[in-house]
C-alpha cells in the first residue's frame, strides 16, 4: 500500500486510485498478492477454454456434414468463424493498450465477440504470458493520475503569501 497512503484525518486515501482489472484487482499495481500465480492461471485457463471452444466448434462442423448441407453453407461457415475470431482477436488484443474510440466500442462488437470467441480467448491467453491483461494501459493511466494529483497537490501547499506578487506602494 505504499502508494495509495491513507489520509490520517478521515481515513480515505489519497490520490487517486488504480482501477481493478478483471481477475487481477488492484494486485497489478505492486505485482503483489499472487500476481504471477493469476498471470499463469489466466493463461492456462484461456488456452483451455480456447482448446474447449474449437472442439465444440469442430463438433458442430461435423453436424453440419453429417446433415449434408452442401459444400457452399460448410464454406460460409468455417469464413465466418474464421473472419470473426480474427477480428475479434484483434480488437481484443488492441482493447489492452488503448480505450475504445467511436464506433469500435466493445457494445458495437459484442456479436462478432461472441461468434468469434476463440479469438479473444487466444488474446487474453497471449497477453497473460507478458502481463495483466490490459495493465500497460492501467499503469500508464493511473500513473498519468498520480502525477497530476501530485502536481496539483504541490501547488496548493505552502504559505499563499508567498506565491503571491507583493503589490508596490505608492
Known amino acids: 500500500m505504499?502508494?495509495?497512503q491513507q489520509n490520517t484525518r478521515g481515513g480515505t486515501p489519497e490520490g487517486p486510485l488504480p482501477e481493478p482489472i478483471r481477475f487481477f484487482g488492484t494486485t497489478w499495481v505492486d505485482h503483489d498478492g499472487g500476481y504471477g500465480l493469476r498471470r499463469a492461471g489466466v493463461a492456462a485457463g484461456a488456452l483451455a477454454a480456447a482448446a474447449l471452444g474449437a472442439f465444440a466448434l469442430r463438433l458442430g462442423y461435423e453436424g453440419l456434414t453429417i446433415a449434408e448441407v452442401g459444400g457452399i453453407l460448410n464454406a460460409m461457415v468455417i469464413v465466418m468463424f474464421a473472419v470473426c475470431s480474427a477480428i475479434a482477436f484483434r480488437k481484443t488484443w488492441e482493447g489492452f493498450t488503448r480505450r475504445p474510440t467511436g464506433a469500435a466500442t466493445p457494445d458495437a462488437l459484442r456479436s462478432v465477440r461472441t461468434v468469434g470467441f476463440v479469438g479473444v480467448?487466444?488474446?487474453?491467453c497471449l497477453r497473460a504470458l507478458k502481463e495483466a491483461p490490459g495493465e500497460a494501459l492501467h499503469r500508464?493511466?493511473?500513473e498519468t493520475a498520480r502525477a497530476q494529483f501530485t502536481k496539483r497537490r504541490g501547488a496548493r501547499t505552502g504559505n499563499p503569501e508567498a506565491r503571491t506578487?507583493?503589490?508596490k506602494s505608492r
Open 2 to 4: 505504499s502508494e495509495q
Open 121 to 124: 480467448l487466444l488474446a487474453w
Open 140 to 142: 500508464r493511466e493511473y
Open 165 to 167: 506578487p507583493k503589490r
